[in-house]
């Protein structure tokens, strides 16, 4: 969100803004959706697709922090990974970092691919061995 905070309050971005919602093609366009938003038929197909645009994104989104989460699992299977972690846990800097990362509203998705993986016995299993041998090398 900062990045595009930043982006926003950026004066050329404002600039090349200002001049797209100027351009005639703009207008014209703005003008179809106000018309289309005032035809409640047309307003709620305009809805249902966004909601159905929203819930494949949201899907996507967790599916790929299960991949990423599944990934970092199966790394963790490498002795020399599991020492580079402790390392790193162990690093005053890395623990700000990282508590500055949990408090990002998108790692809310990796949270939550974490515990569908802990629904599954199997996965729950192989992130507990992989927990306690990370414990072990700190």
């Known amino acids: 969100m900062a990045e ?11 600039k090349q803004m200002k001049k797209m919602s100027e351009s005639g093609e703009f ?10 938003m005032k035809d409640p038929k ?8 966004f909601e159905h645009m929203q819930h494949v994104g949201e899907k996507k989104l967790k599916d790929g922090a299960a991949a990423a989460m599944e990934e970092a699992m199966s790394a963790m299977g490498n002795p ?11 690093d005053p800097q890395f623990k700000a970092q990282l508590a500055k ?6 790692f809310q998705n990796y949270v939550s691919a974490m515990q569908d993986m802990m629904k599954d016995p199997s996965k729950k299993e192989k992130l507990e061995k992989a927990s306690a041998a990370f414990k072990s090398q700190l």
């Open 80 to 90: 020399e990974v599991m020492q580079d972690m402790a390392k790193m846990m162990n």
């Open 42 to 49: 047309e307003a709620a197909k305009m809805e249902a697709k």
């Open 101 to 106: 990362m949990t408090k990002d509203p998108s």
């Open 4 to 14: 595009a905070k930043k982006m926003m309050d950026d004066p050329e971005f404002q």
């Open 27 to 36: 207008k014209d366009q703005m003008k179809k959706t106000m018309d289309i």
